[in-house]
């Protein structure tokens, strides 16, 4: 027999149900009711707006394993016993349960549940009002990272949502496009990175489809699109001509995405594995109203590969080594150029404090081994570090477009020199349209050319290879869209 307030221990109830419903008025009320009589009762109200009410209501019972299919919905938390909640009804049953547990009931009329939920309506319009007002006052830096599934997102997500990389800016809207990615996996890297619980993160947007994508974009992050499945029965040129076509195909609309959809004074940066000189020109090609400046690719990988092979020569960090120069087709005919490269702490005949240095290419005497072994041992590196863990070599790749996105926002020494893919009309006589990697530096968060170089035949030569290289691989784009159009 149950006395007239019957009290338990931490009795938790959830109350949810549409805001205009005046049976879940009636419910909240009752549950008021309860809360105040018993010290160990409390209540918990989530108010639905109509519209959504059907969508959040599928949602819940699905995760829950509950069948209900009208407002109010009312359940109980089981937070003392570990478990998951137990579903008691709705307002029929909710009033049920508490004239049996607790012999309390509601007499409130009709008259009252209508004023109370246009009230609870009214209530919920305003709070959305009131935050959609505070969140327009909140100016943040969007960035766009595509094939965000991949190994490399994860590795730049932590360090882009950093003072470290972006020291003038207060919120980031991270926006996350994978074409090829599952919606599932997408939710859960928005979760991950909500978990992080970093201070400059505003919010997390997820994009399967193109229809939003570069909206608003302060940074976009092209990473590598990954069209090297493999097709059985089809020789190397028919495969290239394929690789070529779709990337011809999606990169001239992601231009003219950016071209419409971003910020004149976007940030792009163009990564990856394959042809990422051919997509950073057909992004410029298709985004005409936005400067070139703005358009870069990363070579940054190979120099720090670069790098790595002589301080291991040398016997000194990879972080001894500087202002090593990539010229040409970063995924393509490239050359390593060691004119301007210093190396620190080396343990030679002559030695001197940390801030001393010495030109590499004075140590390194064999001119043998840096046209040759060296050149090949640079092109090796990567494929090698791809076959031991069967996956591309995301953390330099994301160190290297981070190191670039640094510089581009002030973070670097204007001596500091960057090999970085541009369009370079005039620059070293390298003809118009073509996106070469050449040695740039950073002042003042733009950059430009390093004319302070010496462009000898043979490296002419190189470049002109490269060039024509590029060439070729953006007419075999023009051919295969021709066909296509056919």
């Known amino acids: ?37 018993l010290p160990n009762f409390r209540i918990q109200k989530i108010s639905i707006l109509p519209h959504e009410w059907k ?36 307002f029929s049953d909710f009033l049920e349960h508490c004239q049996d547990y607790y012999n309390i009931t509601s007499d409130m009329s009709t008259d009252e549940m209508l004023s109370v939920a246009a009230e609870n309506l009214e209530t919920k319009m305003n709070l959305i009002a009131e935050e959609q007002y505070r969140v327009s006052l ?66 997390v947007t997820i994009h399967t489809d193109l229809e939003q994508a570069f909206r608003e974009a302060d940074v976009i992050l092209l990473l590598d699109e990954g069209w090297s499945e493999d097709r059985d029965g089809e020789n190397e040129e ?62 940054t990988q190979l120099e720090n590969e670069a790098k790595a092979i002589i301080a291991k020569k040398l016997k000194v960090r990879t972080s001894d080594i500087t202002n090593v120069i990539v010229w040409g087709n970063i995924s393509g005919s490239f050359y390593i150029d060691l004119q301007r490269a210093k190396v620190f702490n080396y343990g030679g005949a002559i030695k001197g404090p940390a801030f001393f240095s ?31 863990t069967c996956r591309a070599a995301a953390m330099t790749v994301a160190n290297g477009m981070l190191a670039v996105l640094k510089a581009w926002n002030g973070i670097c020494s204007p001596d ?40 000898g035949d043979e490296l002419k030569e190189r470049l002109q290879l490269s060039a024509r290289e590029l060439r070729q691989e953006k007419e075999l784009g023009s051919e295969n869209c021709t066909m296509v159009i056919k």
């Open 358 to 388: 010495q030109p590499a290419k004075s140590i390194l005497q064999g001119r043998k081994w840096l046209e040759t072994d060296f050149q090949d041992l640079v092109r090796c590196q990567r494929a090698a570090v791809t076959s031991k």
């Open 55 to 90: 969508e959040w209501l599928e949602a819940t019972c699905k995760r829950n394993g509950w069948k209900h299919e009208q407002s109010p919905m009312v359940w109980r938390e089981l937070v003392d016993h570990g478990g998951k909640g137990i579903l008691l009804g709705d």
């Open 238 to 299: 028919e495969m290239k001509k394929k690789t070529v076509k779709g990337i011809s195909d999606r990169y001239r609309e992601y231009g003219q995405l950016i071209d419409t959809m971003a910020n004149k004074d976007v940030k792009v940066i163009v990564s990856g594995e394959s042809f990422v000189n051919l997509r950073c020109s057909l992004l410029l090609d298709n985004a005409h109203s936005i400067d070139s400046h703005q358009f870069v690719t990363v070579a």
């Open 138 to 203: 909140i100016k943040p830096l969007h960035i766009w990272i595509s094939s965000a599934l991949s190994s490399t997102c994860h590795f730049l997500i932590p360090y882009l949502l950093s003072a470290e990389v972006f020291p003038h800016v207060s919120a980031i809207s991270l926006h996350l496009l994978d074409l090829e990615g599952n919606m599932e996996e997408l939710q859960w890297l928005r979760m991950e990175t909500e978990d992080l619980a970093l201070h400059l993160l505003h919010q």
């Open 416 to 455: 500091e020199v960057f090999s970085m893919g541009v369009l370079c009309p005039g620059y070293y006589n390298l003809p118009d349209g073509i996106v070469l990697s050449i040695p740039i530096t950073f002042t003042g968060g733009r950059w430009s050319v390093l004319c302070d170089v010496t462009i």
């Open 1 to 37: 027999m149950y006395t007239k307030y019957r009290n338990a221990d931490f009795y938790d109830v959830t109350s949810t149900g549409k805001t205009d419903c005046p049976h879940y008025a009636k419910a909240e009320l009752l549950a008021d009711r309860l809360q105040r009589s």
